[in-house]
Nanobody
Framework: VQLQAFGGGLVQAGGSSRLSCAAS????????MGWFRQAAGKEREFVAA????????YHADSVRGRFTISRDIAKNTVYLQMNSLRPEDTAVYYC?????????????????WGQGTLVTVSS
């Protein structure tokens, strides 16, 4: 399984950005695709996840209403649309995948990880 994250970069506070994660190497039915982030000096934290099969989304409280996760089955790609960005959203963002199950926000439950992409939000 390969996960490749794209997007990120420098954006002003209040602005928007979209991350993409191209997935390959297997079919992802019954999989959960997630986005995590890790700020400098902090632990990796859950941002959002989506059921590949049903499209049901899950968002962390810290981003709910500002970020939206989605997926395009035909393109085997997961997106994270980020609006109303804040300086505290600055982090390296990672996409990840796991078999669908409980503990959706648990970093340790995810089997596959992509390389990170840096999002910097300037104030």
């Amino acid at each position: 399984v390969q996960l490749q994250a794209f997007g990120g970069g420098l954006v002003q506070a209040g602005g928007s950005s979209r991350l993409s994660c191209a997935a390959s190497g297997r079919t992802f039915n019954n999989y959960l695709m997630g986005w995590f982030r890790q700020a400098a000096g902090k632990e990796r934290e859950f941002v959002a996840a989506i059921s590949w099969s049903s499209g049901s989304p899950y968002h962390a409280d810290s981003v709910r209403g500002r970020f939206t996760i989605s997926r395009d089955i035909a393109k085997n790609t997961v997106y994270l649309q980020m609006n109303s960005l804040r300086p505290e959203d600055t982090a390296v963002y990672y996409c990840a995948a796991r078999r669908y199950g409980v503990r959706i926000a648990d970093v340790g439950e995810y089997e596959y990880w992509g390389q990170g992409t840096l999002v910097t939000v300037s104030s």
